[in-house]
């Protein structure tokens, strides 16, 4: 299937590029030994949302690289080819943006291998919390290509891509105190595909699925959105001189 083979193509490129390989190491491992420490500190090692909350953290930390693609794409002169071939160029800027959270996913064996190693606990990893990861990669997936392409309407995209990350992890409720939190989340898990997933893995909460799904159409249609503004931007005004 050439939408497989178009993918696969560009996680190769992407892994080609060593900051993308080691960030997604390091912010996963960094958090995990903080998280570590302090529970090492109040003999909380029994706490086995430290491997899933710093998984997340480090599937988060790769999807935002995602941020500059479709600009770095068009900075190195490739981007016309990818939109004007005979594939839909709507699958081709997909195949293109899937890699950064698709990696992502290789946070969670790196946090549960640090676990097992420094003796933290780790509970049963069972098809449910599977289920969960999937679903959490998923909305990063779509917030991926959603963040991406409005970014391609400035010319600065891969200046931002450092203010993403931490912002969206705060209002979906990864870190902090579950009181303070719960007000919070109850309100961005209808706007944040991710808020959902990190409740339900991080803080031991029952999956919203409405929430889950109305956010995630939400995105949806706000990608379709923009991808008709570049669309327009792009054959008609030649604004983003892409073509």
């Known amino acids: ?22 960030l997604t190491i390091t912010s996963t491992t960094s958090i995990f030994l903080m998280q570590y420490i302090m529970a090492y500190a109040t003999h909380n090692l029994d706490n ?10 480090g599937m988060w930390t790769s999807c ?16 016309p080819y990818l939109l004007n071939s005979q594939y839909d160029e709507r699958a081709s800027l997909i ?8 990696y992502g996913l290789f946070s969670f064996p790196i946090a549960f291998i640090l676990a097992k ?24 997936a779509v ?15 891969m200046v931002y891509e450092s203010l993403i990350g931490t912002p969206i992890l705060l209002l979906a409720g990864l870190f902090g105190n579950d009181t ?16 959902a997933p990190i409740a339900a893995l991080s803080h031991n909460k029952s999956l919203n699925w409405s929430s889950y799904f109305c956010s995630l159409l939400l995105w949806i249609v706000l990608i379709v959105v923009i991808v008709r503004k570049i669309n327009d931007l792009v054959r008609r005004k030649g604004a983003l001189k892409i073509i």
């Not at 500059?68 to 002169?77: A, L, N, Q, T, W």
């Not at 195949?95 to 698709?102: I, R, Y």
Request: aromatic share 14%.
């Open 143 to 157: 917030m991926g290509i959603l963040i991406s392409s409005f970014l391609t309407l400035s010319p600065n995209a």
């Open 117 to 140: 190693i420094l003796g933290a606990a780790t509970g049963t990893v069972s098809l449910y919390i599977i289920l969960l990861i999937l679903l959490m990669w998923v909305g990063c």
């Open 95 to 102: 195949t293109l943006l899937l890699p950064a959270s698709s």
């Open 180 to 195: 303070v939190l719960e007000p919070l989340t109850n309100v961005s898990q209808w706007f944040i595909p991710i808020t």
């Open 48 to 57: 086995t949302q430290i491997w899933l909350q710093s998984g997340i953290f």
């Open 1 to 22: 299937m050439r939408f497989i083979r178009l993918f696969l193509f560009h996680v190769k490129d992407y892994l080609s590029d060593q900051y993308f390989v080691w």
């Open 64 to 79: 935002t690289t995602v941020a500059g693609c479709i600009s770095f794409e068009r900075y190195k002169g490739t981007l």
